[in-house]
């Protein structure tokens, strides 16, 4: 069974995977996720526990013990040996309100579950955003660049008709130094996208071949994505279930008002006298308020619950709103990119007819930069529009 696990771990550290199985498999082994597991099962268990009343207690010894004959049993009336046994007896309903406390602490484990789940798909689909976009800007720098290697000869023999031929060629060989350390930046951005993946899923991925869709999220309604940020978001949902929990301190507090009975009999053992059984029943005087403190502390933890939920829940709603905003500026600033790529284009068909007649090459060139450039800052700008995006599913808690 190790040895398959070994050949299936080898097999997707190999090839490349789709973003979906890069996720799955990142959930199935993510360290984070296990130790919540872990977690979940011992408050489980504790909740079996707070539902369990208290061992009773056996006390067996002796009493009127003589100085001058200990071992003697038969000197006093009082003298006997026994065997007693005592139980603490809740008189409220403490115990179940103290296990139910904690199956409201495991649903909130739960809720960091589904929090930290949301969080490796974001964090998965960032790397793999990531990654496409240096692997875009790879390809548009791989262009230039050889592109740039075609015209240099040209450049030179030009300089004894064009004056800024030469000036040209000098700034050619500094755009080629320029763009070829870009590339190395976008070659380390992959890398740090493969490392990404393999901190948060323990996986080795060689290649990305797969791409993050984008939902058009700024051309949906912002009172619909609101309400499906109320209704599924795990951030919102966690505060919800810790509010619960402070509200059942509250009645947890109010139970313990009521004070335990302990219940002791006893059998007790006389030489040459009368055996007897004693039974005794013990209950706390609570004439120092402490109950009634604690009963003020839960209330105040409960309010600190709601105001903190109203509090995330606004946190959240602006964030969403923020972010949408922020993603329609992005989109408009994009629609600019392309149509000034549009024009771009349109100069170097006019530019490229032009050197028949005597038209500058340098300048076609220089269109060729710009050209370059824009491609770049569009490239720029899709990255920041699909992080937008990948930003709202996380609030969403899409994963």
């Known amino acids: 069974m190790k040895a398959l696990y070994t050949l299936l771990l080898l097999s997707l550290s190999l090839q490349a995977q789709t973003l979906q199985e890069v996720i799955d498999y990142s959930l199935q082994n993510n360290y984070q996720l296990q130790i919540l597991q872990e977690e979940s099962e011992i408050i489980d268990r504790q909740a079996e526990i707070e539902s369990t009343w208290s061992d009773p207690i056996l006390k067996v010894g002796m009493n009127d013990i003589q100085s001058d004959h200990p071992l003697s049993r038969d000197v006093e009336a009082m003298q006997n040996q026994f065997v007693a046994l005592s139980q603490s007896i809740p008189l409220s309903n403490k115990l179940e309100l103290s296990s139910q406390i904690e199956k409201e602490k495991q649903k909130v484990v739960e809720k960091k579950q589904d929090i930290l789940k949301v969080n490796i798909a974001f964090g998965i689909r960032k790397a793999f955003i990531e990654a496409k976009n240096a692997q875009d800007n790879l390809k548009i720098l791989d262009k230039y660049i050889s592109f740039l290697q075609t015209p240099m000869s040209l450049i030179i023999s030009l300089s004894a008709v064009e004056k800024n031929s030469v000036e040209q060629y000098i700034k050619t060989q500094l755009l080629q130094q320029n763009y070829k ?10 890398a740090i996208a493969k490392e990404g ?14 791409e993050v869709a984008l939902k058009n999220y700024h051309l949906q309604s912002l ?25 059942k301190g509250i009645e947890l507090a109010t139970a313990k ?15 040459d006298r009368n055996d007897y059984v004693s039974v005794s029943v013990a209950y706390p005087l609570y004439i120092h308020d402490k109950q009634s403190k604690q009963k003020v ?30 993603l329609k500026s992005l989109y408009q600033e994009l629609r600019i990119l392309q149509e000034s790529h549009n024009k771009i284009d349109r100069l170097i068909a006019n530019a490229k007819a032009a050197l028949s007649s005597g038209g500058s090459l340098v300048h076609y060139y220089e269109l060729f930069t710009q050209q370059t450039n824009n491609q770049l800052a569009v490239n720029q700008k899709r990255l920041a529009i699909a992080l937008s995006e990948n930003q709202i599913d996380q609030l969403l808690g899409v994963r």
């Open 181 to 190: 350390l870009q590339r190395e930046n976008w070659l380390q951005r992959i």
């Open 197 to 210: 993946i393999e901190l948060i899923g323990n996986l080795k991925v060689e290649s990305f071949s797969d």
């Open 223 to 247: 009172d619909a994505l609101l309400t499906q940020l109320e209704i599924q978001s795990p951030e919102l949902k966690k505060v919800a279930v810790l509010k619960e929990v402070a509200n």
């Open 257 to 271: 008002e009521q004070a335990d009975i302990t219940v002791t009999g006893g059998y007790y053992q006389r030489f």
């Open 297 to 326: 502390q839960a209330m105040k933890r409960a309010n600190i619950q709601g105001l903190t939920y109203a509090q995330t829940k606004v946190q959240l709603e602006q964030g969403l709103k923020i972010t949408l905003h922020e």
